[in-house]
């Protein structure tokens, strides 16, 4: 997909630039040498990537012949990481993975120089199962968007959305695998209220989890219509469903999300 001798320039060595490397080079898609990383302080983040997948340390100035530019720092890092690569920026994509900073904004610190484009991984994206909203900012060539969504389907699942919808990726797949998991830990604790050892009750949830999914994913079914398969009038599940909608859980749900929601939308605000 991308020309052997196109590179592609990382920004940072932490967590997200780690998954984006080993997606990239366990699954072939570029050839590791063409991976080019940079980071504040040359630490042994920066070495430990180097040593486990093979990509280059770089310096700033191989940003000027990438193909891509990757953003890979935090959020309050991003204007300082832009105004830096700005001179060498000459209509190279730069794609960031900063929750809560705008196309916009980032397009201006860039003097529009470059097409950016903007993601919301989530935390799965670290074993390849990851679920990656993404925005093309105005200017962004077909071959661009090809090339990002090639790149980013290394990680997992890659959607489009309107940037409008920023906020709620964040708060629905990025802050996703949180949610279920707190709803898998009331699971767990009432498992051991029912008398299972801890580690049992944990392999019996992971698997009931991914098997799920699995079927859903499978059969081409809804949460909704599932949960009708199995749930037989008076039987177990009825009772526990009954449970939850006495309960309202679908309305807390709802809140949760929301606040999450609104949460992105102030937190992206404070970036300006
Ligand atoms: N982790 C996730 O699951 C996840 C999910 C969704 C979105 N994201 C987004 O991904 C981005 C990165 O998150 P992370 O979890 O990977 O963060 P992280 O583990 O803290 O890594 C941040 C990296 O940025 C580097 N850095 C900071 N300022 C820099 C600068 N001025 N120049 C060069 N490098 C600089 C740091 O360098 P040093 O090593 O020298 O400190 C570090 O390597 C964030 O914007 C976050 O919103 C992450």
Redesign the pocket.
């Known amino acids: 997909m991308l020309p052997p001798e196109e590179e592609i320039f990382v ?9 984006f490397v080993k997606g990239l080079t366990s699954r072939k898609a570029i050839r590791a040498q063409r991976l080019m990383v ?6 042994d ?2 070495n430990n990537l180097c040593q486990t997948y093979g990509v280059q340390a770089a310096s700033w100035e191989q940003v000027e012949n990438a193909r891509l530019v990757v ?5 309050a ?2 204007g ?2 832009l105004e ?1 690569i700005r001179p060498m920026l000459h209509g190279q994509p730069v794609l ?6 705008s196309i916009e904004w980032m397009s201006s610190v860039i003097g529009g120089a470059s097409p950016v484009i903007r ?5 799965p ?2 074993v390849l199962e990851g679920a990656t909203a993404v925005s093309f900012g105005p200017g962004t060539s077909w071959t661009d968007k090809e090339l990002v969504r090639y790149l980013l389907g290394q990680l997992g699942e890659v959607v489009e959305i309107d940037e409008s919808l920023m906020n709620s990726a ?1 708060a629905f797949s ?1 802050s996703g695998p949180g949610f279920v998991c707190y709803f898998l830990e009331a699971m767990e604790d009432a498992a051991v209220r029912l008398g299972f050892e801890p580690e049992t009750a944990r392999e019996l949830l992971l698997q009931t989890v991914v098997g799920t999914a699995r079927t859903l994913r499978e059969w081409g079914l809804s949460p909704h219509e599932l949960r009708r398969r199995v749930t037989s009038p008076g039987g177990t599940t009825h009772a526990g469903v009954t449970v939850m909608e006495e309960s309202h859980l679908r309305g807390i749900v709802d809140k949760a999300l929301g606040a999450a929601a609104d949460r992105s939308a102030e937190m992206g605000d404070s970036y300006k």
């Open positions: 920004i940072g060595a932490g967590a997200m630039a780690e998954a940079v980071n504040r302080s040359q630490s983040r920066l953003v890979a720092v935090k959020p890092n991003v300082e990481v830096r960031s993975f900063a929750a809560g900073v993601t919301m991984p989530n935390i994206v670290a964040t990025g």
